[in-house]
Structure formats: C-alpha cells, structure tokens
C-alpha cells in the first residue's frame, strides 16, 4: 500500500488477458477445482456431495423459512424428483423459470436478460453439462466476483418440501439449469437467504465482469431511446427496477406493476401506427403479473399498427411479459441499468474503441482514509490516480463533445456472507491538473475545485459516472464520505481511444 497521498498511474494497471482470474482461467472459488473432483467421484463412483455447501439448514441461511417449514426441508438430487431429469430442455428461455420463496427477484431478472445473449451465457454457464454416462452429481458455473472470475462447484442436491423445489424452479419438470444456477450464486453469497434483495446491477455484474451504467428515469438522458437501442443490439444486459413506495414491497399496483421490484428489459421496438411509437419490453421473473395499460396485451392500440408488427411484437399470454411505452417506462421505473462487455455501443460506430485501465486498492483508517472534501486537512491522503486523455482524431473526432470516459468505483467486502456486508459511502472527485508531478498536497485540493464528481456518496456496492472530459491530464480521487473507515475498492476507468492508426504519408 502506497503511502499517503502517493499518485499512481493507472493506464498500465489492467488484467492480463490469459492471467489467473480470467473468464478463460478463473480461479477455483474456494480452492475447489472441478475436473479434480469430478475424477475422484468416477474413479470411485460415488456422487458428489459439497463439504463447502453442504445440503444442510446453514446453506439455506436464516430468516426465510419458518422453523417448523425448515425441518421439512429435503434435499434431493434431480433424480429423484423426476426420473428423466435434464440440465437443458430445448434451449435457454426466459420463460424456463419462476420465482420461489427467496426475495431474489433482482437475480431471477438478471438470468432472464442473460438468456438473451449466448455468449455471456456460455461463460457462466458451461452448457455441455448433462445428466448422462459421466454424471456424478457435480455441476460448476463461472461468476465475476470483484476484479476476478471463479469457478464454482455444487452438488445437485436441491432443498425441497413435499417433493416440490423451495426456491427457483423450472415450467419444464425435467430441466434444472435454473435451480442448478441459483445455488451456485447462493453459494458464493453464503447461503440462499444472503441473496434476499438486491438491484440486478449487481448480478448483471457479476455475469460479464463488465461495464455497469446506471441512469436514473426520473432525469432520462435525451438519447435514452437511441442509448437503449444500441444496447439492444450490442452484447448488453438491462434490468431495471421499480419504486419502493409507501407500502410494502411485492405490492400489486392497480397498473399491474409489482411495487420495489426487479424487472429484465427484453427488447425495444418502434411500431408505428398514426406516428412512430417507442416500445419497452419488459419481463417479470415471477412469469406472470403485467403492466395493464396502454400497449399491455389487451391494450387496443395494438389494432391500429400493421398485422405483421402485431404477430412479431404481441404475445397475449401472462408470461410477464409485456410492452410499454418508453414514456410510461420512464413515468412508472426509477432506474435502468445497462451492462456490457464493452461500452462501445455508446458511440453507434466501430471506428472507435474504449482502453480498460484497473486498480485494486484500500482505504485504511489513520493513513489512507482521507475521507470526503469536507475534510480538507485530510482529504488529500487518500488514494490519488492519473488518467490522461488524447485528443481523439479521424472518424472518432465526429463524436467529440459526446461521452468519452466511465468512472466506477466498486467496494470490495471483507465478508464472504452477502447479508452481513455493510456498504460504506463512497464517491470520488476528478481533477484536472497542469504540469505537477509526485504527489498532490492539500493546498492542491484548497486552490483547485473538481471538474466532475459523483453526485452524493451512497452506500452502494458500485458508483460509476460517465463524462466528457476534454483533452488533458486528470487526477481521480475516490474516497469514503467519513474519514479513517477502512475497505477495499476497485477502481476502474474506461476511456475512448481509436482502433485504427494514423496513415503514414507516402514517400514520393
């Protein structure tokens, strides 16, 4: 750990792409490596059974069911729920699935967005497992968890009460990817009640290892419609959530939503009709209740766009899913999130790329842990980055004065169970600078004001802000709100560069 107020450059900091902890290496989550046991369990043939989950009342967790229901509880293999048990039915769906007791409504919508794109699928979830003749009661998923992929191992024993799955379960009897997948996330949280309440964004994360966007729907950017397409097109994930509200949570509302509930964006669509129309389509992991008004399944706009518009776009079914204008997407939603392998997509074009930079590093109380601006005496001993910005040419120049950096800063805990974390607030400052070198005193902080800062510190796992900076140097501070709070972080910055060399002047 550097000292107080030691500037690191950054631009060099950044994974190796066939290092230990990449999607194509992960680490073995818990030192438990899966080609390893899965030969131990043929050679001796016996079925797995998870020592670091093991299927007992602890790897359920507390609090969600009664004790009277958690002594029913049986954990069986799939095989023994049905006899013809398979991994994947006919594909990957959307529609596989539903919810069960646990209140992990943001994990359910994230897997829903993620059967959208194979590829991602493909990397969390290795999709040639079966139940067939190397079967051995072993399964394994890969997740990105704070700066690094692991490899997962479960058993396939399920909890179960009266011979009906207690947590996710699928429409089809017989497959048991979603089940499978659900326990290896609960796994890594600690047990499955650690995965009560959430955002997706934190799923959607832990899915690509990628770049996070948050846009708050009460104040839309103006090309939110164009940003979302793109999206759409792009190697993406989007969920989106509701409100609170005063009552409760998993309120029905008299529209159909689900009050402070978790929703996976499904696909936009213009249609047209007497003008052009934007359309949000919108998915409930519960796989039923739907938005009811104008552009619902019964809505009778549907018969003022074309026959053809209507066979792609309508499906009246309570799937949970459903279309909805983006207004009312923007009026009835508080927040969407976008994640991305890339956030190429923001600039509609190929011709230019974004740079990765990435930093592990930590708060400690008494050296560190300068705490926030209101804190001038101490503010300049935390963690201090440097980051330069080209000026962008050719092609990439016609997108000048649009977005060209995305700042996030993510906290690491120090606890493996979810629901013990206790998010600090955290936020960061980025400064422009001219010539200095070495590291920044106080009195820099005291005659230079910030160009661009997170809004508020919230105690959030991840905050991130995405700016336009013009050509220069910077320096990027993050910090905890209060002073000496010890904690790890990851900072990580994406900025636009372009993909293709100057030409080189021919000789004459």
Not at 100 to 105: L, T
Request: charged share 20%.
């Amino acid at each position: 750990m550097p000292p107080p107020g030691v500037c690191m450059n950054i631009i060099n900091a950044r994974h190796k792409k066939d290092g230990y902890g990449t999607v194509t290496n992960p680490e073995k989550f818990l030192n438990q490596d899966f080609q390893q046991l899965k030969q131990y369990c043929l050679i001796r043939n016996v079925r797995y059974i998870d020592e670091m989950f093991p299927p007992d009342r602890n790897s359920i967790g507390p609090g969600i069911l009664s004790p009277s229901d958690l002594a029913r509880v049986v954990w069986v293999r799939p095989s023994k729920i049905v006899p013809n048990p398979s991994f994947v039915v006919d594909g990957v769906s959307r529609f596989d699935f539903g919810q069960g007791i646990v209140g992990n409504c943001w994990f359910l919508a994230s897997i829903g967005a993620l059967t959208f794109q194979n590829f991602i699928l493909g990397q969390v979830v290795p999709l040639e497992q079966n139940f067939d003749e190397e079967y051995c009661g072993l399964f394994h998923f890969r997740f990105w968890r704070f700066g690094r992929w692991v490899d997962v191992v479960i058993d396939d024993k399920l909890p179960t009460i009266n011979g009906r799955l207690i947590f996710v379960h699928s429409k089809d009897p017989t497959e048991f990817w979603p089940a499978l997948l659900e326990k290896a996330y609960a796994k890594v949280c600690g047990s499955y009640s650690d995965m009560n309440a959430g955002t997706p964004s934190e799923a959607l994360v832990d899915f690509t290892g990628g770049v996070h966007m948050c846009i708050q729907l009460s104040d839309p950017p103006p090309s939110l419609w164009e940003l979302m397409c793109r999206a759409g097109l792009s190697k993406s994930l989007m969920g989106c959530g509701t409100p609170q509200g005063e009552t409760s949570a998993n309120t029905v509302l008299p529209n159909g939503l689900v009050q402070g509930h978790a929703y996976a964006v499904t696909g936009v669509k213009q249609v047209k009709n007497w003008q052009p129309v934007n359309l949000v389509r919108l998915w409930n992991p519960w796989g039923q209740k739907e938005w009811n008004g104008d552009w619902s399944d019964q809505s009778p706009l549907w018969q003022t766009v074309s026959p053809q518009e209507r066979e792609m776009c309508l499906s009246v079914v309570d799937n949970g899913e459903f279309w909805m204008t983006l207004q009312d997407f923007c009026k009835f939603y508080s927040d969407l999130d976008i994640c991305c392998l890339c956030p190429d997509f923001l600039d509609g074009s190929s011709s230019c790329h974004w740079k990765t930079s990435f930093y592990e590093g930590r708060w400690v109380a008494g050296t560190t842990a300068g705490g926030c601006m209101n804190n001038p005496a101490s503010f300049w001993t935390n963690p201090q980055y440097r980051v330069k910005i080209d000026k962008l040419l050719n092609e990439c120049s016609e997108t000048q004065g649009s977005d060209n950096m995305l700042v996030s800063l993510m906290q690491k805990p120090d606890k493996r169970n979810r629901r013990l974390v206790k998010n600090l607030h955290i936020g960061f400052s980025i400064f422009e600078y001219k010539g200095e070198r070495g590291k920044f005193p106080a009195s820099f902080f005291t005659r230079n004001r910030p160009v661009a800062q997170t809004k508020t510190y919230t105690n959030s796992r991840e905050v991130m802000l995405l700016l336009m900076l013009k050509p220069g140097e910077y320096l990027i501070v993050p910090s905890t709100f209060s002073p000496n709070e010890t904690a790890s972080f990851i900072l990580t910055i994406l900025s636009k560069a372009e993909t293709h060399q100057p030409h080189k002047p021919q000789k004459t």
